[in-house]
């Protein structure tokens, strides 16, 4: 809905009102009916402050509130309803199974939901759109491929081996950063200990010098300082900054183009992110041109299930030249996204007819490089923790020995 100002003359007097409505022209009619007097202008303006803030609340409370699915009772539930439409159940009756046997409550709401829309004579795509953010862009491409091939059985089995794919990266991703989180953690902890019992102690020695304190004593005692008096704003700045950017990135699509295109460039997690996406994306490629999908109509599909809007864009541009008439290995040079070898692979595929093979064979590319870095992450890590380690007891070692080598010297002379 859009808010309009509105202008009118009422008994030789102008009065402006703000109504709520979908287009000027419904504007205008709701305001003849609701507003006495002559219409003198009927113009789009911002929302009232109170409309603001209540929009804002909403979303920050759905934000800061949302329950999440538990992917593996998603995986589930789709695999059943793979197995029951394989075995010649109707998607409606195989739905209203799947919602009795699910034990995570958000997702039986939304199989329920999706049981009452089938019901009310909407496809499955159309019922499981509401619930877009919930369910991921993956699995309404891919039912959305079942529908429109016929073989929904098929298609939701790919689909249950892709969204286990994604499952088994987010595992491993979450065991390889184990290691460096828990000793930033512990370097943390011990940092703070430090700063909070230790510290203060040389403080009171140091107040009595009466010389000029070396720089990594005064950087001490400043973090010092900062910790002592102002901790808990600190940390509760910490908390409103986290919750503030995961606000942003729900609700500003500007600033979520600004962050997917700006963590592609931070080291190793830029990799990670890149390849983990391409492979996705060329994996669900490969299952539609497979299925006989024409291309554009493959690469539209595929595109909703990018999360980086800025790999998104770039690989939008594909279907833009595709549907030029620039063939798919010059569309996919143009990106810059593709190594040369891999451009090569895919022009072979295009012009033998093999080019779903060609792409399986893309998409496992990306995948082994995904795998590789996952696998050897704590050896990319290593060197930074030791680096950050050594930083930080040199810091400490330096702040209070270097007053101490200076007083025994004037103790000395």
Same mark, same amino acid.
């Given at each position: 809905?859009?808010?309009?100002?509105?202008?009118?003359?009422?008994?030789?007097?102008?009065?402006?009102?703000?109504?709520? /409505?979908?287009?000027?022209?419904?504007?205008? &009619?709701? %305001?003849?009916?609701? +507003?006495?007097?002559?219409?003198?202008? #009927? $113009? @789009?303006?911002?929302?009232?402050?109170?409309?603001?803030?209540?929009?804002?609340?909403?979303?920050?409370?759905?934000?800061?509130?949302?329950?999440?699915?538990?992917?593996?009772?998603?995986?589930? /539930?789709?695999?059943?309803?793979?197995?029951? &439409?394989? %075995?010649?159940?109707? +998607?409606?009756?195989?739905?209203?199974? #799947? $919602? @009795?046997?699910?034990?995570?409550?958000?997702?039986?709401?939304?199989?329920?939901?999706?049981?009452?829309?089938?019901?009310?004579?909407?496809?499955?795509?159309?019922?499981?759109?509401?619930?877009?953010?919930?369910?991921?862009?993956?699995?309404?491409?891919?039912?959305?491929?079942?529908?429109?091939?016929?073989?929904?059985?098929?298609?939701?089995?790919?689909?249950?081996?892709?969204?286990?794919?994604?499952?088994?990266?987010?595992?491993?991703?979450?065991?390889?950063?184990?290691?460096?989180?828990?000793?930033?953690?512990?370097?943390?902890?011990?940092?703070?200990?430090?700063?909070?019992?230790?510290?203060?102690?040389?403080?009171?020695?140091?107040?009595?010098?009466?010389?000029?304190?070396?720089?990594?004593?005064?950087?001490?005692?400043?973090?010092?300082?900062?910790?002592?008096?102002?901790?808990?704003?600190?940390?509760?700045?910490?908390?409103?900054?986290?919750?503030?950017?995961?606000?942003?990135?729900?609700?500003?699509?500007?600033?979520?183009?600004?962050?997917?295109?700006?963590?592609?460039?931070?080291?190793?997690?830029?990799?990670?992110?890149?390849?983990?996406?391409?492979?996705?994306?060329?994996?669900?490629?490969?299952?539609?041109?497979?299925?006989?999908?024409?291309?554009?109509?493959?690469?539209?599909?595929?595109?909703?299930?990018?999360?980086?809007?800025?790999?998104?864009?770039?690989?939008?541009?594909?279907?833009?030249?595709?549907?030029?008439?620039?063939?798919?290995?010059?569309?996919?040079?143009?990106?810059?996204?593709?190594?040369?070898?891999?451009?090569?692979?895919?022009?072979?595929?295009?012009?033998?007819?093999?080019?779903?093979?060609?792409?399986?064979?893309?998409?496992?590319?990306?995948?082994?490089?995904?795998?590789?870095?996952?696998?050897?992450?704590?050896?990319?890590?290593?060197?930074?923790?030791?680096?950050?380690?050594?930083?930080?007891?040199?810091?400490?070692?330096?702040?209070?020995?270097?007053?101490?080598?200076?007083?025994?010297?004037?103790?000395?002379?």
């Amino acid at each position: 809905m859009n808010y309009f100002e509105v202008t009118s003359l009422f008994k030789g007097k102008k009065e402006i009102k703000t109504i709520k /409505a979908s287009s000027k022209k419904d504007a205008i &009619t709701i %305001a003849k009916t609701k +507003i006495p007097g002559i219409l003198l202008n #009927v $113009k @789009e303006s911002s929302a009232p402050v109170e409309d603001q803030f209540l929009v804002f609340k909403t979303r920050f409370t759905k934000t800061l509130l949302k329950k999440k699915i538990n992917f593996k009772a998603l995986i589930a /539930a789709i695999r059943q309803l793979a197995v029951m &439409t394989d %075995a010649g159940i109707s +998607i409606h009756d195989s739905i209203k199974e #799947v $919602k @009795e046997a699910s034990v995570d409550l958000t997702l039986k709401e939304i199989f329920e939901n999706l049981n009452d829309d089938l019901n009310s004579g909407l496809s499955l795509t159309q019922a499981m759109m509401p619930f877009k953010e919930d369910l991921g862009d993956v699995t309404l491409a891919m039912v959305e491929l079942g529908e429109s091939t016929g073989n929904m059985a098929e298609s939701l089995e790919k689909l249950a081996e892709i969204l286990e794919e994604i499952e088994e990266n987010r595992q491993k991703f979450k065991k390889a950063m184990r290691y460096p989180i828990t000793v930033m953690i512990a370097i943390a902890i011990a940092f703070t200990i430090l700063m909070v019992y230790v510290v203060p102690k040389f403080k009171d020695i140091f107040s009595k010098f009466k010389t000029e304190l070396p720089l990594p004593t005064k950087i001490l005692l400043f973090m010092e300082n900062i910790i002592h008096n102002y901790g808990f704003y600190l940390l509760a700045f910490i908390a409103a900054t986290i919750i503030f950017f995961k606000y942003m990135l729900a609700n500003s699509e500007e600033f979520k183009k600004k962050y997917d295109r700006y963590i592609l460039k931070i080291y190793l997690i830029g990799k990670i992110v890149f390849y983990a996406t391409m492979s996705r994306f060329t994996l669900v490629f490969t299952e539609l041109i497979r299925s006989g999908i024409p291309i554009a109509d493959a690469l539209e599909t595929s595109l909703l299930t990018l999360d980086n809007m800025h790999l998104k864009k770039k690989l939008s541009s594909v279907n833009i030249s595709v549907q030029r008439g620039v063939s798919l290995t010059e569309a996919f040079r143009e990106t810059g996204l593709f190594e040369g070898m891999l451009i090569q692979m895919i022009s072979a595929g295009e012009q033998s007819g093999t080019l779903d093979k060609m792409l399986e064979k893309v998409t496992n590319y990306f995948k082994s490089r995904f795998n590789d870095i996952i696998d050897n992450i704590s050896s990319y890590i290593e060197p930074i923790l030791l680096g950050f380690i050594a930083g930080m007891v040199l810091l400490m070692a330096l702040g209070i020995f270097m007053p101490m080598w200076d007083l025994a010297k004037a103790v000395k002379n």
